[in-house]
């Protein structure tokens, strides 16, 4: 299948202090990034979905203004934690999705976020 | 909106065996696509199997098939002949091609007894 590659795969960050999440799909066009949010055995929460060149559309609840999402082109997509709290430590997963079809999505390998 | 249930949290089964994974969805779009996916302790998804809705024949890959019923929004996953390997969290989703959105049921975690 094709390679999604979420970078960094952990980092510890201050409280206050923002911290970015880069998601590269390798060996395709990702016309459609999904980002989610997963608490220790749970499910995958979708927190936002963007498609390249277009503003990232939230799901209820996610505050646009802390996670920030930029999806600039068709091979990279990015997620800010601005302002970071301990209550924002997580693990959170980037999907990437091609155009048209009954595509699946490829995952990266996930981040996680500890806020000391 | 769309959502996802999957009503089993932990199953077991035993290798060799045969076990199957419930998941029942409701949507209210025509044009729509389900997965199973694959999640061991690296945490890395992996897709298993996949549906589109428009299809009325179940889809398999290897040991892996699912029972598709479409006006009972019915999507199981079978694992016939279950390996040690198959041990993980699966999750079954809906993609949703007016929405645009991956939607993830709760999960069920499954064990395999050697």
């Known amino acids: 299948g094709a390679v999604v590659s979420q970078h960094p795969s952990w980092v510890i960050c201050k409280s206050g202090t923002s911290v970015k999440i880069e998601c590269r799909s390798l060996?395709?066009?990702?016309?459609?990034m999904f980002w989610y949010r997963q608490f220790p055995k749970q499910s995958l929460m979708l927190m936002a979905t963007?498609?390249?060149?277009?503003?990232?559309?939230?799901e209820q609840g996610v505050e646009k203004d802390k996670f920030l999402i930029n999806h600039a082109s068709l091979t990279l997509s990015t997620l800010t934690v601005t302002s970071a709290h301990p209550e924002d430590s997580s693990f959170y997963i980037c999907?990437?999705?091609?155009?048209?079809?009954?595509?699946?999505?490829?995952f990266g390998q996930g981040t996680r976020l500890t806020v000391v | 909106a769309q959502t996802v249930t999957q009503s089993q949290p932990e199953m077991s089964v035993q290798e060799a065996e045969t076990v199957t994974l419930s998941c029942t969805y409701d949507?209210?779009?025509?044009?729509?696509?389900l997965f199973w996916y694959k999640q061991p302790p690296s945490r890395q998804m992996i897709l298993v199997i996949r549906?589109?809705?428009?299809?009325?024949q179940n889809a398999t890959e290897n040991r892996f098939s699912v029972n598709f019923q479409k006006a009972a929004k019915s999507f199981s996953l079978k694992i016939s002949d279950s390996q040690l390997g198959d041990a993980a969290m699966y999750f079954c989703?809906?993609?949703?091609?007016?929405?645009?959105?991956?939607?993830f049921g709760t999960g069920t975690l499954l064990a395999v007894q050697p």
């Open positions: 549906q589109e809705a428009y299809k009325q």
């Open positions: 963007s498609n390249e060149g277009s503003k990232a559309t939230y």
């Open positions: 999907s990437a999705r091609g155009g048209g079809g009954p595509r699946e999505a490829f």
């Open positions: 949507t209210s779009e025509s044009d729509y696509y």
């Open positions: 989703a809906h993609y949703g091609g007016a929405t645009n959105k991956l939607i």
């Open positions: 060996d395709f066009q990702a016309t459609t």
